[in-house]
């Protein structure tokens, strides 16, 4: 997710979709949210070393990696596991390169929600230390601590305390290092931010004190991190690109981006022909986005450009009972059309995996919608592993058979990758469908989302 600014507007959810993550069963209302080949061995790409590595300073050339968790269906979010603290301690955080806050409840929250993982307890860690108001970066202070406070339109809130702590990305049978990292510990959550599913939110923006800035000042190799969104889960790497959790089926492209990870997307192509007659503006890639976003003109082109093709019987005994899905199976679905997506020599190729989300069953849905701000949410990114190279200012793209999970692996089976789909789902996710299941045709109102007053870049 990102901050909204203005007339920005952020959607999880469009009529005629699931309830978005963040929507427990029984609201009337749904209100955007800000916060915010394979050999086994790593693919060192041609990136630039981290400044200031001198011949007597030694990295971890390894990447880090861990699971992710989630999908555009239920969860309407990808999420990670990370470890904080000493010793440490088990948090679910949303992957977001929307935003640059990496925050989660603690124990000394008196109004918190109830998550998918105990609040964080500062006195459990050894390692704790809160961050004082002098200390650089700190742009609010509240009770001699760096604080920050988040306030929504209809209501939901957040308030809480930097402190920096040593985090571990994946659990510890993973064997990732661990660096220390200044986060946030919400004391408050009021309205909607109560019944999220997820701890909390890694922020991955481009930014003063990101996770990956803090992490590759400590022990990772370079500033970069990969994302590779299955439809159910997917993987996450720091520092590098390992070929085994992010095994690709093409070539790497590469598009630059300005600010935080906006790219120009100059036309889009359907069986052949360029749907539009000029650039469709600068897209925010932001996987903390459940769907993407066009103008509304751009999104029903290509929805146009889909049905027709469709029409001949292109697309096998797909039928369409409504505007923005089919009925489809798994084998007709990989003859609807390719959209192939163009950013300067990049071209990259949405595939309907990608572009159309499973609903239930053989019911898939649109996606996209026609709404800006222009986003490229985890839709877009589904079965590529998309790398975000900070040090050069681009995103790497390649397609990718990412790899599948579901449910939290056991302890002894953590250590272990794997690319198979586990299941059944939890108690925990069965009861969250089933809630799914009553609210699937609640209608969503956009809010305009109040500004952070204490915003950390």
Known sequence: MRPLQNADVKICCAPGSPQPWRIPWGYQVAML????????????????????IGAGQQRRLSADEARLYGDTSELMAYHADIEVGTPGQLLSVIVDTGSSRTAFPCSDCDNCGSHMDPPFSPSASSSFRWVGCGESGCSSCLNNSCSYTAKYVEGSSIEGKYFKDVLHLGVSERENDKSVVRMGCHTKETGLFKTQVPSGIMGLRDGHWNVLSQLADGHVHKKLFALCLAEHGGSISMGEVNSTWMPTTGPWQWMPYTKAYYVDMDSVTVAGHNVFNEPLGSFLVDSGTT????????????????????????????????RSCYEVSDDDLDKFPDLHLSFGSANYTWQARGYLYRRSGNWWCYSFFGMPPLTLGASFMRNHAIVFDQDAKRIGFATSACPEFVTRAEPEARASVGVTKHGPSTSFLGQLNSAHQHAASLLVVLGALISSLAQVA
């Open 291 to 322: 769907y993407t976003y066009f103008t509304s003109r751009q999104a029903l082109a290509l929805e146009n450009q889909i049905r027709d093709f469709c029409k001949a019987g292109a697309c096998g005994s797909a039928k369409m009972p409504t």
């Open 33 to 52: 949210l800000l916060l915010a080949g394979c050999d086994g061995k790593p693919v060192h790409l041609p990136l630039a070393r981290r400044p200031g």
